[in-house]
């Protein structure tokens, strides 16, 4: 699978949503999608196919020096081929240019998802009670800090993290 990972732009809005649609209950509309997409706060990257294909995307919201990873979300058809991982570490490498930190909430159940995370050197820092009330589950509050010698341990990408097959 090829795919490369570009700024969203308006041309992903359509495919954004319906991938919202798709994998959340409470899904974003294509108009809040749009409003993020001009919001100088929001970073938002997308994993593309050779064909135009939407296979997933990434949110993070900076302030100051402050990062929160809104959200990642792949394709069910394309989940487990290395693309959230791939957006997760283009966030990285724009944290460590840019941020002090960058943290983020996961659902507690989520093990592969938290998984990834800690392999890429975000630890738990706290938990949301019931966050994720319809299904009464917690939210593991995750952080990697920047600058500090203990991210040297943080594993870089592999070639130039952009285009993969």
Same mark, same amino acid.
């Given at each position: 699978?090829?795919?490369?990972?570009?700024?969203?732009?308006?041309?992903?809005?359509?495919?954004?949503?319906?991938?919202? !649609?798709?994998?959340?209950?409470?899904?974003?509309?294509?108009?809040?999608?749009?409003?993020?997409?001009?919001? =100088?706060?929001?970073?938002?990257?997308?994993?593309e196919?050779?064909?135009?294909?939407l296979?997933?995307?990434?949110?993070?919201?900076?302030?100051? =020096?402050?990062?929160?990873?809104?959200?990642?979300?792949?394709?069910?058809?394309? !989940?487990?081929?290395?693309?959230?991982e791939?957006?997760?570490?283009?966030?990285?490498?724009?944290?460590?240019a840019?941020?002090?930190f960058?943290?983020?909430?996961?659902?507690?159940?989520?093990?592969?998802?938290?998984?990834?995370?800690?392999?890429?050197?975000?630890?738990?820092?706290?938990? !949301?009670?019931?966050?994720?009330?319809?299904?009464?589950?917690?939210?593991?509050?995750?952080t990697?800090?920047?600058? !500090?010698?203990?991210?040297?341990?943080?594993?870089?990408?592999?070639?130039?993290?952009?285009?993969?097959?």
């Open positions: 699978m090829r795919y490369r990972l570009v700024p969203m732009d308006r041309s992903h809005l359509a495919q954004a949503a319906a991938l919202e !649609r798709e994998c959340f209950a409470h899904p974003w509309t294509q108009s809040l999608l749009e409003q993020e997409l001009y919001n =100088d706060m929001i970073s938002l990257v997308a994993a196919g050779e064909d135009g294909t296979l997933g995307y990434g949110e993070v919201r900076a302030v100051l =020096d402050e990062g929160t990873l809104e959200k990642i979300v792949v394709s069910p058809a394309y !989940r487990r081929q290395g693309i959230a791939e957006i997760l570490r283009a966030y990285l490498r724009f944290g460590q840019h941020l002090s960058l943290t983020l909430e996961v659902r507690a159940g989520n093990a592969p998802a938290i998984a990834l995370y800690e392999k890429l050197g975000f630890r738990p820092v706290g938990r !949301r009670k019931n966050y994720y009330r319809e299904l009464g589950e917690d939210a593991v509050i995750m990697v800090e920047f600058g !500090r010698a203990e991210e040297s341990d943080v594993p870089a990408a592999g070639s130039d993290g952009v285009e993969k097959s």
